[in-house]
C-alpha cells in the first residue's frame, strides 16, 4: 500500500541553523509529494510540492528533491527562523479514483532565538 | 468567509452520546475531504467526496461514524455513541481538484476538537 515515514520530532534547532526532516515513501504507481506545514493555532497548509522524479519543490526557503532510486523527499532549509516553528508533513497522492494524500505522523521543529 | 469553515470548534460530550461536525468548504470546490488528527498520529484519511460520484469511505474506523455532503457543498460528519478513542481533532479539506488531475493543494479548515470524556 502507499505510506510515508518521516523522521520523529521535536526537532530543536537554534536560529539560522541548517535544517533537514527527512520523508521516505512507498507507494504503487508515481506518487505527487508535498510538505504541508501547521502553524501554531492554524490549519495546515501546503509548503512545497514535486510532481515527478527528480523535481525540486520549493517555497519561502524551504527545498525538498524527488527522489525515486531512494524514495525520498527530505525537507531542507540553509538559515531556520523562529518564525519556522511548526509542525511539518510529508505526504503523497498516487493518481487515481481519489487522489486523496496520505500522510506522514507530523514532525515538530522548535526554532530557539 | 474565503477559507474552509469548521463548526464547532470545540466539543466536549459524554461518552455514548452522538456528535455532528460541519464543514463548510470554499466555493466551487468540488472535491472535501475528512481527516482525523490524534497525538502522535499524524493525519488519518477518513473520507472523501468528489462531485457526485460515490464517497471512498475507506477510511472510515467503524460504523458509527459517517458522513454526508449535501447539494455538492456543506458535509457533516456524524459520530455515533462516542468513545474516548473517538477525542481527536477532526481537519476538513477542500480542493479545487478534477478526476484525472491533482494539484495536490488541499486547503484545510482549523479543526474540531472533540473531547469524549
Known amino acids: 500500500g502507499n505510506s510515508v515515514t518521516q523522521m520523529e520530532g521535536p526537532v530543536t534547532l537554534s536560529e539560522e541553523a541548517f535544517l533537514t526532516i527527512n520523508c521516505t515513501y512507498t507507494?504503487?504507481?508515481?506518487?505527487?509529494l508535498f510538505w504541508y506545514v501547521q502553524y501554531p493555532g492554524e490549519g495546515l497548509q501546503l509548503l512545497l510540492k514535486a510532481t515527478k522524479a527528480d523535481d525540486k519543490g520549493s517555497n519561502k526557503g524551504f527545498e525538498a528533491t524527488y527522489r525515486k532510486e531512494t524514495t525520498s523527499f527530505h525537507l531542507e532549509k540553509g538559515s531556520v527562523q523562529v518564525s519556522d516553528s511548526a509542525v511539518y508533513f510529508c505526504?503523497?497522492?498516487?493518481?487515481?479514483?481519489?487522489?486523496?494524500?496520505?500522510f506522514g505522523t507530523g514532525t515538530l521543529l522548535a526554532v530557539q532565538p | 468567509g474565503a477559507g474552509v469553515s469548521q463548526s464547532p470548534s470545540n466539543k466536549v460530550t459524554e461518552k455514548g452520546k452522538d456528535v455532528e461536525l460541519r464543514c463548510d468548504p470554499i466555493?466551487?470546490?468540488?472535491?472535501l475531504y475528512w481527516y482525523r488528527q490524534s497525538l502522535g498520529q499524524g493525519l488519518e484519511f477518513l473520507i472523501y467526496f468528489q462531485g457526485n460520484s460515490a464517497p471512498d469511505k475507506s477510511g472510515l474506523p467503524s460504523d458509527r461514524f459517517s458522513a454526508e455532503r449535501t447539494g455538492g457543498s456543506v458535509s457533516t460528519l456524524t459520530i455515533q455513541r462516542t468513545q474516548q478513542e473517538d477525542s481527536a481533532v477532526y481537519l476538513c479539506a477542500s480542493s479545487l481538484q478534477g478526476r484525472d488531475t491533482n494539484t495536490g493543494e488541499l486547503f484545510f479548515g482549523e479543526g474540531s476538537r472533540l473531547t469524549v470524556l
Open positions: 505526504a503523497l497522492s498516487v493518481r487515481g479514483a481519489t487522489n486523496k494524500l496520505i
Open positions: 507507494a504503487t504507481g508515481y506518487p505527487s
Open positions: 466555493s466551487g470546490h468540488t472535491a
